[in-house]
């Protein structure tokens, strides 16, 4: 028999029958334990899965917070797409800055109104009790005050050219005389028509619907939607014409630039490419991103200057080969600005210092008129770049896969800038190795500025060649821009053949 204190034990366990003896007993307490054993297990087996399950959800809920956070200055997205939320700039390329009150600052020439010597209408402002008084007009008066109102006045002038023809009563010979050249049919728009309905549309980024609407606001003329259409694409053929030369600058000058952005053409992606200067805008529209787009635009290939850009792969490709590169600084800062938000990593901080060190080492040198760094402090500086990055290789290992894979491995974003840091070292410190070499590729992107807006503005281009006619006009306006000249002006040039790019020498 069993006990009263074995009987007890037993009772409160799961399932558990009477028990008599003690053989019995020890039977079901194996079962028991062999059951016991088997949930346990099990229960330890869930677990292990939750845990599992529990880590993959958290990385994936840091991927998506970290993508939700994204903005302009910790990542490649563009400034348009920060809406009102804008990040603080970055403090590598940002001194002391101090809070400006309105109006002119100190040290501003300043301008003012300019006017005529002599008014094109005056106004005279008569006493009231003279206004229709018979004695008027005799009265002795003088000009007590006079204020100056300048205004415009947009009117439509239409002008007719008579062929004339006569009898020479010397030879005898029948005479007629030429139209002058641009006056080739029987009605037909000006040239300072033109160049306001492109400087609208290229200039001003207007779309076609509103610029037919403000023509007909503005000097009451009705233009169709395809009558400007044809305007732009003479515009275009004459900006065509002049790209070679423009290729040429860009291929001659030390360091070029190069960008590309998507453009919406038929509903569809499409890309504009940029290779610009200080002092040249050249942009090509393209169906493809890569190295196809790339070669359409006739300048990097077989460029013998140093090519800036974001260090995007078809920048290396095998058809560019034996150009040297420079990395944009502020792409990079950009994304160490995301792994310093979103992880606890310092590496990032250490080269983010670095780069401001640079930066304000370079700008200092240059104020004191000295255009290079010493040898010795380039290589103290290439020390310092591969201590940070082994530290960062050390705090981010190589993932190890059980599973052989085709492909190479991902990697993250982490490893994949860090490679990149290494890698193409040369490139990155390029800006202080060679001091021709700015540290950001703001120049290459200022050249979609504009055009981004269009697309704002537009939408989308209806046809390829209305986005590749856009970007050719634009290319020759910027141009223009960038040299001091009135777009408008160079506009009625070109369709009078009047205009050159004789100012790029």
Known sequence: MASKGSRRQTKGLPNHPQIEGDSVTMEQLIALVSKLSDQITVLTDTITDLKQTVVAKDKRIAELEARLNKNSGNSNKPPSS???????????????????????????????????????????????????????????????????????????????????????????????????????????????????????????????????????????????????????????????????????????????????TGI???????????????????????????????????????????????????????????????????????????????????????FRRLLKKLYGRKRKLLAQGIDHASPEEIAEIFEEYDRILKKGFSRNPYPKSEQVKRGRPKRGKILSLLERLRDLKDSVLRFFTDFRVPFSNNIGEKSFRLSKLKMKVAGSFRSDSGGSNFCTIFSVIDTVRKHGGNPFEALSALFTNSFSLDFLS
């Open 82 to 260: 920060d809406f009102f939320s804008k990040p603080k700039p970055s403090s590598i390329n940002q001194g002391k800055k101090r809070k400006k009150s309105s109006g002119g600052q100190k040290g501003h020439a300043g301008s003012t109104m300019k006017l005529k010597d002599t008014p094109d209408v005056i106004r005279p402002c008569l006493p009231a009790d003279c206004i229709g008084c018979e004695c008027a007009g005799h009265c002795g008066s003088t000009v007590r005050e006079s204020r100056q109102v300048v205004d415009i006045c947009i009117t439509s002038e239409q002008s007719r050219y008579d062929l004339i023809e006569r009898v020479c009563p010397k030879s005898g010979k029948t005479l007629a005389g030429v139209f002058p050249e641009g006056v080739n049919a029987p009605q037909q728009y000006g040239n300072n028509l033109k160049a306001m309905v492109v400087t609208l549309s290229s200039f001003g980024m207007v779309s076609t619907s509103r610029i037919s609407e403000m023509m007909g606001g503005l000097t009451g003329l009705s233009i169709s939607d395809g009558t400007i259409c044809n305007i732009l694409a003479d515009c275009a053929r004459r900006c065509t014409e002049l790209l070679p030369e423009l290729k040429n600058k860009v291929r001659s000058s030390a360091v070029a630039h190069f960008d590309e």
């Open 264 to 350: 919406r053409v038929g509903g569809k992606v499409h890309w504009a490419h940029t290779a610009s200067t200080e002092l040249i805008t050249l942009i090509s529209a393209h169906q493809k991103r890569g190295v196809a787009g790339i070669l359409a635009g006739g300048v990097l290939k077989g460029y013998e200057g140093i090519a800036v850009h974001d260090c995007w792969g078809p920048y290396y490709h095998k058809e560019f080969a034996g150009i040297l590169h420079a990395v944009c600084g502020a792409h990079i800062d950009r994304e160490l600005e995301g792994i310093i938000q979103h992880t606890t990593q310092r590496w990032p901080r250490s």
